[in-house]
């Protein structure tokens, strides 16, 4: 598999290890970036990566909580331009869709298009339709995630990214001003610091006997570690699972406004001081364009094609 220059900017955009590092490791990886990922942390030049998708489109991420109901949304509309994602026309459209899916509980995006779109006699995809036309760009209605139960939204940046957190607590806390604050709190540590799993029993078994494959090849790399007992290296390893469960799980997190303390114990200080259960059973995260590609054109080739 061949790759570009592009690839190990990529590359080293997300390892942080150095530029011939990073040609070598595609080179030894014939140019998949997962396996070259894997290349240099072998080799000890890289951390464990978040493995984000390259953020290529534009357009908005929306979350949408109907309190009264208890139902939140979280839905994510692609255009071709940020302009465009910024005008009020395609913003209202984008709430529209959010309260289509609250209230229809449609179970995809084809199933969503058939239905009539909120506040609208139309469909979703006939409204959709008349919005390419006058917008004038290609609109895309991507995904969504609805869940029943209380939950806690944040959007960051105008719908760069966008984040819903399930909740198991009674009527009453979640009321009130100290849950709302401790629940947008979580919502925004899960958009800055960007956790795999839940909790540590959410990991996949198969991820951690990666990561353990991972530090034991790194352990062979180093010839202090490679002459240990196998008992200390056992210790090692477990030492840096737990390490990755503090990383990449939202409730082992250091909590980003008091790093003293863990996301679940700052969830655990809410809920006494509330006098009330409090669990957090789950979240979603929604970084736009996550994944997709957005066409690069060059800007010298297309002034030359509006001269011709």
């Known amino acids: 598999m061949a790759f570009t220059a592009k690839d190990v900017q990529a590359l080293r955009e997300q390892t942080g290890a150095g530029m011939m590092d990073c040609k070598k490791a595609l080179q030894e990886s014939d140019g998949d970036m997962e396996k070259a990922i894997d290349f240099l942390r072998e ?8 493995k984000a998708g390259r953020i290529a489109a534009e ?3 929306l979350a949408y909580n109907d309190e009264a109901n208890k139902i939140g949304v979280l839905v994510e509309v692609n255009s071709e331009t940020d302009f465009v994602a910024k005008n009020q026309v395609f913003q209202d459209f984008v709430l529209s869709i959010a309260k289509t899916i609250a209230g229809e509980n449609p179970v995809d995006v084809e199933a969503l298009k058939s239905m009539k779109l909120s506040g609208s006699d139309r469909t979703v995809q006939e409204n959709l339709q008349d919005k390419i036309l006058t917008i004038g760009e290609n609109i895309n209605i ?5 869940v029943e139960g209380v939950v806690s939204t944040y959007v960051h940046a105008g719908g760069s990214v966008g984040v819903m957190v399930q909740f198991e607590t009674d009527d009453a806390a979640a009321a009130t001003d100290a849950f709302k604050v401790m629940g947008k709190d979580v919502a925004m540590q899960i958009a800055s610091m960007n956790p795999l799993y839940l909790n540590p029993a959410a990991v ?12 034991l090849a790194q352990m062979e790399e180093d010839e202090k570690m490679k002459s240990k007992p196998e008992k200390v290296k056992e210790g090692i390893v477990s030492g840096r699972i737990n390490k990755y469960y503090k990383e990449f799980c939202l409730l082992e997190q250091a909590f980003v406004k008091d790093d003293g303390i863990s996301v679940a114990k700052y969830i655990e200080n809410t809920a006494k001081e509330l006098g009330s259960a409090v669990k957090c059973v789950g979240f979603t995260r929604f970084a736009r364009g996550e994944g997709l590609q957005k066409k690069e054109d060059n800007f010298a080739d297309e002034i030359a094609k509006m001269v011709k």
């Open 43 to 50: 080799k000890g030049l890289a951390a464990a990566a978040k």
């Open 59 to 61: 357009g908005a991420v």
């Open 142 to 146: 991507r995904r969504f995630v609805r």
């Open 204 to 215: 996949p078994a198969d991820v951690i006997e990666h990561e353990k494959g991972i530090i």
